[in-house]
Nanobody, 115 residues
Framework: QVQFVASGGGLVQPGGSLRLSCAASGSKFTIWTMAWYRQFPGDRRELVAT???????TYADSVKGRFAVSRDDTKKEVYLQMNSLKPEDTAVYYC?????????WGQGTQVTVSA
């Protein structure tokens, strides 16, 4: 069974930084496009970033220039470096295979940006 476990969230002040990590299982990890999604209070969801097997990346307009996604295939891990955080970045962050249904997003990590 494929699993995705995000970690590294926490409480940070506006303007601060966090680095999220994601541990994935699955024998085909190296060929997957991986994604970071977030779910805001009130349950609205957004695709934050993706990274393909060839390291092509995409970002939501709301995070361009502030967030950076990367991956380490030897460790089956994906990362999200988040800089210049804003209160509107407050959400639960998930890191499944891109295109996964919400039920398959795995374990998320809470990010709270507040003074």
């Amino acid at each position: 069974q494929v699993q995705f476990v995000a970690s590294g969230g926490g409480l940070v002040q506006p303007g601060g930084s966090l680095r999220l990590s994601c541990a994935a299982s699955g024998s085909k990890f190296t060929i997957w496009t991986m994604a970071w999604y977030r779910q805001f209070p009130g349950d609205r969801r957004e695709l934050v970033a993706t990274i393909s097997a060839s390291r092509l990346t995409t970002y939501a307009d709301s995070v361009k220039g502030r967030f950076a996604v990367s991956r380490d295939d030897t460790k089956k891990e994906v990362y999200l470096q988040m800089n210049s955080l804003k209160p509107e970045d407050t959400a639960v962050y998930y890191c499944p295979k891109a295109g996964s249904a919400y039920d398959n997003w795995g374990q998320g990590t809470q990010v709270t940006v507040s003074a």
